[in-house]
């Protein structure tokens, strides 16, 4: 959630109870968001700019609104509107040492070997995340294009993931990469030196999606990495537990599940993983061959 305090002109709207329920409710069956009676403030504070951008006088109108098949955007911009898409490269770097690790070893042998590497960036943002892991990934198999190696990078928000392909960035969010890595992976083409902009040999290794992480999910695996990081937070206790076990489901057997650090894996999942550093799980190689979904 990013944005301002609400403008004088809908610091008016009556913001009920039952308002504040109908949007959590939505927001819940859709996206699996878990709105707590203690975010209303914060709820009405995101959503009153949305009815004035709309135009629209009153919650149970915006409710309407929303219902409306044809007003899919405006159900994504609610999205938008109620989560963050706060993200910086390398973030949790203790994450990408263990992948690295994972790659020096068995991962890379595998690829070597001719064999196949799939890394899941699920929840991507506008992009740091995976462009660290195909970064991380090159340290170690330099090769990587040459071999069966892809990331799969996926968001909910297509603006965001509109931004994550364009991979721009701005000197700041670009500071987080180290300098021999910047330097070998991102391009200054702005003459003003503002901008960074990862280069057209590292983005081939990503392909983004939108994706709802409460739909079908339109692939098979299985993956030898994922990355699903701050994303489950804001999920309802019961919409994390499948979450986990659909992510399991999805790993190769020895393959790693990295979360948010303030998220833990919970519920069946658990049967299948077991903890290989903070907030990092590792599938059992005990365990049945994936089966999907
Ligand atoms: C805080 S960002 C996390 C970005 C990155 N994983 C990281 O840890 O830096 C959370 C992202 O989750 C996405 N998101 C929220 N609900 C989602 C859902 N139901 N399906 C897919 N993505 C979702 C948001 O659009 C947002 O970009």
């Not at 709309?54 to 109620?82: G, K, M, T």
Request: glycine residues 6%; contains cysteine.
């Amino acid at each position: 959630m990013n944005s301002p305090a609400p403008s004088a002109f809908t610091r008016d709207i009556p913001f009920s109870d039952d308002d504040f329920r109908s949007i959590a409710d939505l927001a819940h069956a859709r996206f699996g968001l878990s709105l707590a009676e203690s975010k209303k403030p914060l709820v009405y504070s995101r959503l009153a700019r949305r009815l004035k951008s709309r135009q629209v006088q009153s919650f149970a109108d915006y409710l309407a609104l929303l219902n409306r098949a044809e007003e899919e955007d405006e159900r994504l911009e609610l999205i938008s509107a109620l989560t963050t898409n706060v993200t910086s490269f390398f973030r949790e770097n203790h994450h990408f040492d263990i992948l690295q690790r994972g790659l020096a070893q068995e991962l890379g042998e595998k690829v070597r070997a001719g064999g196949r590497l799939r890394i899941w960036s699920a929840g991507c943002s506008s992009g740091q995340e995976p462009y660290s892991i195909a970064m991380t990934l090159l340290k170690t198999i330099p090769d990587a294009h040459a071999r069966d190696v892809r990331i799969l990078a996926t968001d909910i928000d297509p603006k965001i993931v509109a931004k994550a392909r364009a991979g721009v960035y701005s000197a700041e969010e670009a500071s987080g990469v180290p300098a021999p890595l910047r330097k070998e992976w991102m391009a200054t083409n702005d003459p003003s030196g503002k901008t960074y902009a990862i280069t057209e040999t590292l983005k081939p290794l990503v392909t983004f999606n939108e994706l709802n992480l409460m739909n079908d999910w339109p692939f098979k695996g299985p993956f030898d990495a994922i990355f699903c990081r701050n994303v489950a937070i804001y999920f309802a206790p019961e919409t994390q537990r499948r979450l986990w076990q659909r992510m399991s489901a999805m790993l190769t057997p020895g393959g790693l599940l990295f979360i948010g650090h303030s998220e833990r894996v919970t519920g069946p999942a658990l049967e299948n993983l077991e903890g290989v550093g903070i907030t990092s799980y590792c599938k059992s190689r005990a365990s049945a061959q994936p089966t999907l979904q």
